[in-house]
């Protein structure tokens, strides 16, 4: 029936439909294989194909690596590719990849060539540097080119390496050791011929100046004010000299010129600065170290040079007697530190260490002796003694001046506290040479003209507001002050007494009591109105003979005229009070701003 043949071929179509589908997943499942297949045959080609590239050794290579020069690019090339192959034969063999048996031969004996080829260029290239010549960067910079030569022989043939390295180390160290003796031993000539000695102390007596002196005195050194003075010494630290060129000897022989130590010091370490940084940078860069081996490798190639120079430090610090120098070269030594830690190399950090380490005690010992010469100057054996500024305070005022102003840059406290020991003796000392005076007139002279010039060199050459300045100010102040009582008491004295007396009366309430003093106001007040004016003319007078500072002089008259004008204000609100307000003497007595008028006349002017 029609039903059975619909049933019979919708059986049929549903048996085809599913024959299809088993045939549509079996040419999935082949395609998925043949993918498979496809994608790992590419792999194994690009595998093979990048080992093939590895292990073959091109004819080009071979001829290079033995024939071509090691400064041809196409060597360093070639070289390069070399370094490669054998690295991925080394690798693959790791890996038991039996086709590198087939290339190790020939690779081996390129390396070999390699090595033995590098090994000689380098050699000569070393050799180089023995030849003399002003500028060693040019051979190092040369050698720079070919680094990866050395990286070449430090990955295949250690030994070798370290042959090159050992012989760079011992070629250059002599080379840098001679080349700074020779230059050491040449500035020396080139230095003043007179130097401080252990007689150069602060409190050493000027024999010059001394009467007592005989044929056996010490003859005065020539150049002794550069012992005590700075004058254009500190100029050494300035940005601008003190990475200046360096000094050259024989020029300066030529032209007969000499120099200080610290101006020898500052061109032999800027040379070993210059020279050192250039060093470290290029042994880090060619030979490949960094950290603690570079300083190990930059310690064989400068050691003895550095030992040479910490040697000769030693030697002249230990017979070294001028301060001054010493302590510029411990701020030269700061400042060249600082250079260093700006341009990043350490390279010289234990040098710098182990030269302050000589520098600061004998600063130090320097100033204690100087401290102590001062502690054991008797002001009798220093001869004939004047009110002038005395040479051993000049002496005083330059030296802590020039420490001072070279202290400020770098600042110390142990300087700071030696200099204000330093200061202290050297106020005692001034009071007992003042005491050798009969006079106090004479003493306070003495006295303040020693204070004005000292605390006149701090101010010039040191900051106004040190510790020196500021304690010689209050010195000064105080004596100057007790001065112009001692100046106005001779002419002025009676008037001054009676006001002081009066005043105390005057506090007291007890008034009346001056009604029997006015025999004597009428004296002091006759007195006073006939003598002032040659009083103050002989009081100037003695004033500007006294001081040797025009200036000090004249503020002390200016000082002298204030104090007397107050005095006499004083003495006539004194008259004003009812006891004496009627005495006839009143009228003979000069009007107070009168007097004033009178009196700026008298001001010096200069």
Request: hydrophobic residues 40%; charged residues 25%; contains cysteine.
């Amino acid at each position: 029936s029609r039903c059975w043949r619909m049933e019979q071929m919708l059986g049929s179509f549903q048996l085809h439909l599913s024959t299809l589908t088993l045939q549509i997943r079996s040419l999935q499942d082949q395609s998925g294989a043949l993918s498979l297949r496809l994608r790992n045959r590419r792999r194994l080609r690009r595998h093979l194909g990048q080992l093939l590239e590895e292990l073959v050794v091109p004819s080009a290579m071979i001829s290079t690596i033995l024939e071509a020069p090691v400064p041809e690019p196409e060597f360093l090339e070639q070289l390069r590719e070399l370094d490669g192959k054998l690295g991925a034969v080394k690798e693959q063999t790791f890996r038991d990849t039996l086709a590198c048996a087939d290339v190790q031969h020939v690779l081996d004996r390129l390396r070999i060539k390699a090595v033995t080829k590098i090994r000689e260029f380098i050699l000569q290239k070393i050799f180089s540097f023995r030849k003399p010549m002003t500028n060693y960067q040019i051979p190092q910079d040369a050698l720079l080119k070919y680094r990866f030569c050395y990286r070449f022989l430090l990955g295949h043939e250690r030994s070798v390496a370290q042959e090159l390295r050992d012989q760079y180390v011992d070629t250059v160290g002599k080379i840098y050791l001679s080349y700074f003796r020779s230059y050491s031993s040449r500035l020396l000539k080139i230095q003043y011929e007179e130097v401080a000695d252990k007689d150069d102390l602060m409190g050493v007596e000027d024999t010059s100046l001394n009467n007592r002196a005989g044929f056996f005195s010490k003859p005065q050194l020539r150049s002794r004010n550069t012992v005590f003075t700075l004058g254009n010494r500190g100029s050494i630290i300035s940005a601008a000299e003190l990475e200046a060129p360096v000094l050259v000897p024989h020029a300066a022989q030529r032209s007969d010129t000499r120099y200080p130590f610290e101006a020898l010091f500052r061109s032999q370490h800027y040379a070993l600065l210059d020279n050192s940084c250039r060093e470290f940078l290029f042994l880090s860069d060619f030979f490949l170290v960094s950290g603690a081996a570079a300083q190990e490798l930059f310690n064989s190639v400068m050691g003895k040079t550095l030992a040479m120079f910490l040697k000769q430090m030693d030697t002249y610090v230990g017979s070294c007697y001028d301060a001054i120098a010493v302590f510029l070269c411990i701020h030269i030594v700061l400042r060249f530190r600082n250079i260093m830690a700006k341009r990043n190399i350490p390279a010289m950090d234990r040098y710098w260490e182990s030269l302050l380490e000589l520098l600061w005690p004998r600063f130090e010992l320097l100033l204690e002796l100087h401290i102590r010469s001062i502690q054991s100057t008797e002001p009798q054996r220093l001869g004939h003694l004047d009110t002038r500024p005395h040479y051993i305070t000049r002496r005083y005022a330059e030296f802590s001046s020039a420490i001072v102003s070279i202290n400020q840059t770098f600042p110390n406290e142990r300087t700071n506290a030696l200099l204000g020991q330093l200061q202290v003796e050297v106020e005692n000392f001034v009071l007992r040479v003042a005491a050798e005076f009969p006079s106090r007139r004479e003493q306070l002279i003495f006295l303040i003209n020693n204070y004005d010039m000292m605390l006149g060199v701090l101010m010039e050459r040191a900051v106004e507001e040190s510790k020196e300045v500021e304690g010689f100010q209050q010195l000064l102040s105080a004596r100057t002050q007790e001065f112009i009582e001692e100046l106005l008491s001779p002419p002025f004295g009676g008037m001054i007494a009676f006001v002081k007396e009066a005043e105390a009366l005057l506090e007291k309430g007890e008034l009346e009591r001056l009604r029997g003093e006015e025999a004597r106001v009428s004296h002091l007040a006759r007195g006073f109105s006939g003598s002032w004016r040659s009083s103050v003319e002989v009081l100037s007078q003695e004033v500007m003979s006294s001081f040797s500072n025009f200036r000090n002089g004249t503020s002390i008259i200016q000082g002298a005229l204030t104090q007397l004008l107050q005095y006499y204000h004083r003495f006539l609100k004194v008259l004003a009070q009812p006891p004496l307000r009627s005495l006839p003497a009143r009228t003979e007595l000069i009007n107070i701003h009168h007097l004033m008028v009178e009196l700026k006349k008298h001001k010096p002017n200069f």
